[in-house]
């Protein structure tokens, strides 16, 4: 129960926090979904929370959604997370846990890079980066660092930016879990645990929208980097003692 409750009220600090910055609750939530449920049964647990969890952000900010934006990058991601939970469930759990401590890790200076470029994106190139984000979202659970700059690049911010990207990702959420079904993967153990993740993070979503108007662009990306070092080494350490 100890575990449970923890994971409870860490899940209403993510659900808060990625529903100011667009990212973050995976980068929170999984070293704990990791050292209680281990990494097989975290991703598909994380992929059911992250569901409610942006759904509940979709409501939050649901005026604000970019149509048209959302479709583009669906049209590629939501096939390529179907094939990315394919490889996953292929991979051996000590991989998993590798695979997304160094992903978390790496996406600080990838992070920055995309920033410093300033590049602004038109739809088609949405559909072209939809593919491979996908894909490693099928894997790695969360590519939140990535889709923040690259859904704010096409010019994207505050309540239209993350009504959108949760928009997209509850898509790609959805796939999975559909993905996850049709392997097996997804007991009735896990869709428990999965709906007390959702319950938290969705709570969070909703305390959120008055703190975002209040978030300056510096504190944000600290808040980025620092969710990704510290989720990443944890989840390296973790390998590291299995």
Not at 2 to 16: E, I
Not at 121 to 135: D, N, R, S
């Amino acid at each position: 129960m100890t575990g449970y409750l923890l994971v409870l009220v860490v899940g209403v600090m993510a659900g808060t926090l990625s529903g100011v910055i667009g990212t973050g609750s995976s980068m929170m939530l999984m070293p704990l979904l990791v050292f209680f449920f281990g990494p097989q049964q975290a991703v598909p647990i994380m992929a059911i929370g992250a569901v409610m969890g942006n759904l509940g952000r979709v409501c939050a900010w649901r005026s604000e959604i970019d149509w048209k934006a959302f479709g583009a990058y669906c049209s590629t991601a939501v096939p390529g997370a179907a094939l990315g939970v394919h490889t996953l469930l292929a991979l051996p759990a000590h991989f998993v846990d590798v695979a997304l401590g160094v992903f978390f890790i790496a996406m600080i200076p990838t992070r920055r890079w995309l920033a410093r470029r300033a590049v602004k994106i038109q739809l088609w190139q949405l559909a072209l980066i939809g593919g491979p984000v996908g894909f490693l979202t099928g894997i790695v659970v969360s590519t939140g660092p990535i889709t923040v700059p690259v859904f704010t690049s096409y010019g994207l911010e505050r309540g239209a930016f993350l009504a959108t990207e949760a928009a997209g990702s509850l898509a790609v959420y959805a796939t999975k879990i559909v993905a996850f079904k049709t392997f097996g993967a997804l007991p009735l153990s896990v869709w428990s645990k999965g709906l007390i993740v959702g319950a938290a993070l969705m709570s969070g979503s909703f305390f959120a929208r008055s703190l975002v108007i209040r978030m300056k662009p510096s504190t944000f990306r600290w808040l980025v980097d620092g969710l990704m070092l510290a989720s990443g080494s944890s989840l390296l350490w973790a390998a590291a003692m299995r």
